[in-house]
């Protein structure tokens, strides 16, 4: 049975670092106490006499993340594991140098940069929810709970019941708890604005990112796009369309005064052009229950497209 609650040991929950120059990582079980996701859009504004306003010209948005969490120690096995991974993340402040002395020609082949994760909170937006790059912008804070308690390795002397200078010099202090805290300034690896969506004419549909994967997932959380609602499509449909359906109505279904007589002018010429395909019952086509009859031949005669225009012909 695992004695640690989940939220700790699930690997999602994790605070997950990587020391990039020498691809090193770490993972801490830890509580999160602190979380800040802070972007500052800087202008450089020049103020000119008589103007009210400054002349604004935009130079950058910046992003950075501030994060704080509490290591907890329920054993002595626990707080040695947790310590050696402070002590690695300490570490991964300091850069890579070509060699491994202290060498007057020692150059530095990289600066310390990080890969940092923690759930969907901190993580890439173009990379399959992997770390942001970036680096620990000021200071890393370590502080150790030491009300709290800890950890001895190596206790007194079993056979004296004294402490000898070799059991001394052999001891280590492990506190049970330990807390972190440090400023994470995100180097972006995608396109960080908008941009004219592939395909679209005249650049009237925008884009996040470069793509709609990072559209859909910047800045911390991918938000599938929602299939899109039959009912509620045909509504803003015909909402949207309104105008061009009422420019496409038939004026035959509501016919106006001078459109009823000029529908019974032509019923009556057709009707003396062709007398004897009238009396054909099984070719004729009701207008309605009180208009006259029109021949299936009065349709194709001369005056026949005028008809069709009117709706007196079946289809």
């Known amino acids: 049975m695992n004695p640690y609650p989940a939220l700790r040991t699930n690997d999602f929950f994790k605070i997950h670092v990587e020391h990039l120059p020498t691809k090193e990582k770490i993972a801490f079980e ?25 002349l604004a010209t935009y130079q950058r948005t910046g992003r950075s993340i501030q994060l704080g969490f509490d290591i907890p120690n329920d054993s002595k096995s626990h ?13 991964f402040m300091y850069p890579l140098y070509a060699q491994g002395a202290m060498a007057q020609q020692n150059t530095i082949q990289a600066g310390p940069l990080l890969g940092l994760k923690w759930t969907n909170l901190i993580s890439s937006a173009n990379n399959n929810g992997e770390k942001l790059i970036g680096y620990i912008n000021g200071g890393l804070a370590y502080s150790p709970e030491v009300a709290e ?12 019941g004294v402490e000898s200078q070799s059991s001394i010099a052999a001891k280590n202090y492990f506190p049970k708890k330990l807390s972190l805290s440090f400023t994470f300034t995100v180097l972006h690896t995608h396109l960080v604005g908008w941009s004219p969506t592939a395909g679209s004419i005249g650049g009237r549909s925008f884009t996040f990112g470069g793509s709609q994967g990072t559209d859909n997932a910047f800045p911390n959380a991918f938000i599938a796009p929602a299939p899109p609602d039959p009912e509620e499509g045909s509504a803003r ?12 109505l038939d004026p035959t279904d509501d016919p106006t005064p001078e459109q009823e007589e000029d529908k019974k002018g032509a019923r009556e010429e057709a009707q003396a052009q062709a007398p004897d395909a009238a009396a054909d019952a099984s070719a004729v086509v009701a207008a309605d229950d009180e208009e006259a009859t029109i021949s299936i031949g009065a349709c194709h005669g001369e005056h026949g497209a005028q008809l069709r225009d009117l709706g007196m012909c079946g289809d």
Do not use: C, H
Request: hydrophobic share 35%.
């Open 30 to 54: 830890g509580w999160v106490t602190s979380f800040s996701d802070t972007y500052t859009s800087q202008w450089q504004e020049e103020m000119v006499y008589g103007r009210m306003d400054p």
């Open 79 to 91: 707080a040695i594991d947790n310590m050696a991974n402070v002590r690695q993340l300490i570490k």
């Open 149 to 160: 308690g800890g950890f001895i390795l190596r206790g007194l002397d079993p056979g004296l």
């Open 237 to 248: 449909g015909s909402m949207e369309t309104a105008d061009d359906a009422n420019e496409n």
